[in-house]
């Protein structure tokens, strides 16, 4: 019996897997870091085959997939099945797992728990949490624990509420300040790249440029390091309002519909299932059954 395990041991790198410290070459090489969210195995092997760098397993699962209004009823259960997925499809790309609301605010050590969860049960490669301050001692102690650490400083949905709703950060000269010092805590804490979403372009440039690790953008301009986009905004799956920062580069949702409309209107009209859809059985044993069930009723 050979004793070398078929997939790799949650936290080591894959055959193939794209190296973490690759990304900090992408950035000093000014080649731009491409990242897509996903929720399921085929999601993220379509991902893969495309060449993606990371797949962010977004908590967005909880308005693209579980029907929520928001990102926050999101739990940790809900996050691990949908990154186990994920990484069953996603081989080369990293796969960023979520922390979702209330997985890390508590304390450093429930952080470091539900970090080590992502890696041990759901095979991710790094997780993503939201926010500086009071954040930065998660991030320490989460990459103390061995875990690589994704920052998301700007628009920072858990807590939009906070922030006044939904809209862009770091308008003012002060917000914009604060967002680079946020940036740098960040990396100096250990992050190995930050997503600033829904800044200024030119703040993110300015702070992509002094910083040295990655920074991925969304509605950030194309001053950052890299781009990520929501699957369900950008294949126009998702039926809700898109941000105006998304480019629509399919429209999945219309076509969809119509195709499941066919076979609605196919199954009532009797066009489906065809013969070529349909199993026979040999002429013989189909007369020995019609013979058994014949008049009466079989005796099961
Ligand atoms: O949850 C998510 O999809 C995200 C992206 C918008 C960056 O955090």
Redesign the pocket.
């Known amino acids: 019996m050979s004793t070398r395990p078929r997939t790799p041991a949650p936290g080591t790198p894959a055959p193939g897997k794209l190296p973490i410290t690759e990304l900090a070459d992408l950035k000093a090489r000014r080649q731009p870091i491409t990242m897509v969210?996903a929720y399921d195995a085929p999601s993220g092997r379509l991902a893969d085959e495309a060449g993606v760098d990371m797949v962010?397993v977004?908590?967005?699962?909880a308005m693209t997939v579980l029907g929520h209004d928001s990102?926050v009823p999101a739990t940790m259960d809900e996050m691990i099945v949908l990154t186990r997925a994920v990484t069953r499809g996603a081989r080369r790309p990293l796969v960023v797992a979520?922390l979702p609301f209330g997985s890390y605010q508590v304390s450093d050590e429930e952080a470091i728990r539900n970090a080590i969860r992502f890696v041990k049960e759901a095979g991710a490669d790094a997780v993503?949490l939201?926010g500086a301050g009071p954040m930065l001692s998660r991030v320490e102690g989460i990459v103390a624990a061995g875990v690589p650490v994704m920052g998301?400083i700007g628009l920072t949905?858990q807590t939009a509420t906070m922030l006044g709703g939904f809209k862009a950060q770091g308008r003012s000269a002060e917000k914009a300040v604060r967002l680079m010092r946020d940036a740098f805590d960040l990396q100096a804490a250990g992050c190995f790249a930050i997503?600033l979403?829904a800044v200024p372009a030119v703040v993110a440039e300015r702070i992509s440029e002094r910083l040295e690790i990655p920074t991925?953008g969304?509605g950030a301009g194309r001053g950052t390091d890299g781009q990520?986009l929501?699957w369900h905004d950008m294949l126009g799956l998702y039926d809700g309002h898109a941000p105006r920062f998304v480019k629509r580069y399919a429209s999945l949702a219309g076509e969809i519909t119509s195709a499941l409309e066919r076979y609605v209107a196919d199954v009532r009209e009797g066009h489906f299932p065809e013969q070529v859809h349909t199993y026979s059985m040999p002429e013989e044993e189909l007369a020995e059954f019609e013979a058994a069930v014949g008049a009466r009723l079989p005796v099961i």
Request: no cysteine.
């Open positions: 969210t962010l977004g908590d967005s699962a990102t979520d993503k939201e998301h949905p997503v979403e991925i969304i990520v929501v």
